[in-house]
Nanobody, 124 residues
Framework: QVPLVESGGDSVQPGGSLTLSCVAS????????AGWLRQRPGKEREVVAG???????SAQDSVRGRFTISRNSADNTLYLQMYNLSPEDTAMYYC??????????????????WGQGTQVTVSS
């Protein structure tokens, strides 16, 4: 198990911005894929952005150019910067890591460990 704790979720208006954080205890995010997933109301959980062991980042089409994933220099905190939020971004957001060393970081089945999630609500 990898203890992951997310924070930063909030209620914002459309067009607003948020930065989510995820702290890992005793774990380095560069060991494997690290990602942010979300579950929107009535939808399945989906990967929105991932970062691989070499720092390569990827994002799904619906958030590319608006969401940026990164990790800190200590390699124990994962971030998701979100800009120009829309109501369609309303979801529970989860930080996740993988038990394997593959680099398919936009594939949901890659991820084995999840945090408890942080809620993002976008509405006027």
């Amino acid at each position: 198990q990898v203890p992951l704790v997310e924070s930063g979720g909030d209620s914002v208006q459309p067009g607003g911005s948020l930065t989510l954080s995820c702290v890992a205890s005793g774990y380095k995010f560069s060991r494997a894929c690290a990602g942010w997933l979300r579950q929107r109301p009535g939808k399945e959980r989906e990967v929105v952005a991932g970062i691989d062991t070499l720092g390569g980042v990827s994002a799904q089409d619906s958030v590319r150019g608006r969401f940026t994933i990164s990790r800190n220099s200590a390699d124990n905190t994962l971030y998701l910067q979100m800009y120009n939020l829309s109501p369609e971004d309303t979801a529970m957001y989860y930080c996740a890591t993988s038990a394997s060393e593959g680099n398919l970081c936009l594939v949901k089945s890659t991820y084995n460990y999840w945090g408890q999630g942080t809620q993002v609500t976008v509405s006027s």
